[in-house]
């Protein structure tokens, strides 16, 4: 049987791997940027602009959201933790 | 516009505790350790607030963690472990000197030791060993090390300073007293406060505007008798988009000068010499477009980069005709 708070976990996980995808490709921006240029195509440049603002946006909300609710332990987890001394945290 | 409390590039909780421990010899009490990652860790995340004491306590106790508990009940980290895997570990991040995943430090322990991967991955534990941090996003860096992005950002939000580059930024940190003498990692990678490419630095923090507004959207924090070397920075400021700098009037009233004394049977190579010293100067400044390009990009100023487009063909076709100029006259200077 899986542990409730396991699954929330991974979830999160996959938040983070997400995250990361999105600030990779964030920091791939400047080359396409030279790329395109090279190519005198103004119009994909303004798409990455777009992209880019996206991307900033995006991730900025995303670690938000991951900060805000990964610490806040599930009523089954904290019980847990504070009955062994240990708490939810994995670092 | 980003803002720094939400995008807090930081070591994990049991880093920072590391962090806080490492060189003290009579520790610090839970209670001690808790408030300094109320205010230095956790500060401005309120809903993590209530869970920290905990996540400390489970931290400080855990079985297999780098602390150990004195008899006066204070927390002291435990001593460097003996052992040949984390001392390779230790070497490898010593050597690469930036943060690392996991992954790649045991990729590097396979190849060092012909081990295999999964014996690695049950006998390294990093987290117990007090000399080295992780970082939040999981990556590992030597708790020695001192990480200045947070430096970095406060420094260039100061100055309002969009761009800069590392080598500066790590040269002025340097100087400062309180980090005189450690060695400062720099790591703006997958950090979301900045946009790297190699040695430049965009730190988002700022705002485009707000740069542009104090007159110096990329102008490096550098001191003054410096700047000259770095003016191949600065498009906004660009010769050819102002008035032409008092510098360069002097340089051509000197040019000027010089060319009316030099003899009648040197004009000719004088000239070509000019020549082609210009045309050194059209190469190089083309060479730099690319930077321009993105300082442009990174104040969204698109009508600047279609502007650029523009000038980079010009630049480009003036530096032929140039070139063929410089070409034909130098042959019939060389034939005469």
Redesign the interface.
């Known amino acids: 049987m899986q542990m409730p708070g396991k699954g929330l976990e991974r979830r999160f996980q996959r938040l983070r791997a997400v995250v990361s995808t999105w600030q990779f490709r964030y920091n791939q921006l400047p080359d396409q940027v030279v790329s395109r240029f090279d190519e005198s195509d103004l119009d994909s440049i303004a798409k990455l602009l777009v992209e880019k603002r996206e991307l900033e946006r995006l991730i900025r909300d995303l670690n938000e959201f991951i900060r805000r609710w990964e610490d806040v332990p599930s009523g089954l987890d904290s019980r847990a933790a504070i009955r062994s001394g240990v708490g939810g945290d994995e670092d | 516009m980003?803002?720094q409390s939400?995008?807090t590039f930081r070591y994990?909780?049991?880093?920072f505790l590391k962090r806080l421990l490492q060189g003290s010899e009579t520790g610090r009490t839970e209670s001690e350790l808790v408030q300094e990652v109320l205010s230095g860790y956790a500060a401005g995340?309120e809903?993590?607030l209530e869970?920290i004491p905990?996540?400390v306590?489970?931290?400080l106790?855990?079985a297999h963690g780098a602390f150990v508990k004195t008899e006066e009940e204070r927390h002291v980290l435990r001593a460097s472990i003996a052992d040949e895997l984390n001392d390779l570990s230790y070497r490898f991040l010593q050597e690469k000197g930036s943060p690392q995943k996991h992954g790649a430090i045991l990729r590097h322990l396979q190849d060092a030791t012909r081990r295999g991967r999964g014996e690695l991955m049950s006998r390294v534990d990093l987290d117990r060993d007090p000399r080295f941090a992780?970082l939040e996003?999981g990556e590992w860096l030597l708790t020695e090390w001192e990480l200045v992005n947070d430096a970095v950002a406060a420094l260039m939000t100061e100055f309002g300073q969009r761009r800069a580059d590392r080598t500066d930024l790590l040269g002025l940190l340097a100087e400062e007293e309180t980090l005189q003498g450690k060695t400062l990692i720099f790591y703006p990678?997958?950090d979301?406060r900045f946009?790297?490419?190699g040695e430049t630095v965009d730190c988002?923090l700022v705002e485009p505007e707000a740069a542009a507004a104090v007159g110096m959207p990329v102008e490096p924090i550098i001191e003054p008798e410096t700047i000259e070397t770095h003016t191949l920075d600065k498009p906004t400021e660009r010769k050819e988009d102002s008035q032409m700098s008092e510098t360069m009037m002097m340089d051509m009233v000197i040019t000027e000068e010089k060319m009316e004394n030099v003899s009648t049977d040197q004009l000719v190579t004088t000239v070509l010499a000019q020549l082609a010293s210009a045309s050194t100067t059209l190469t190089e400044r083309n060479q730099e477009?690319?930077n321009e390009?993105?300082n442009l990009?990174n104040l969204?100023d698109?009508q600047g980069?279609?502007k650029?487009?523009n000038q980079r063909k010009r630049l480009a076709e003036l530096a032929e005709d140039l070139q063929a100029v410089i070409a034909k006259w130098s042959a019939a200077d060389r034939a005469e």
């Open positions: 980003l803002q939400a995008w994990s909780l049991e880093g995340d809903k993590s869970s905990a996540r306590r489970a931290a106790n855990a992780r996003n990678e997958l979301p946009a790297a490419s988002l477009i690319p390009v993105l990009f969204e698109l980069i279609e650029l487009m």
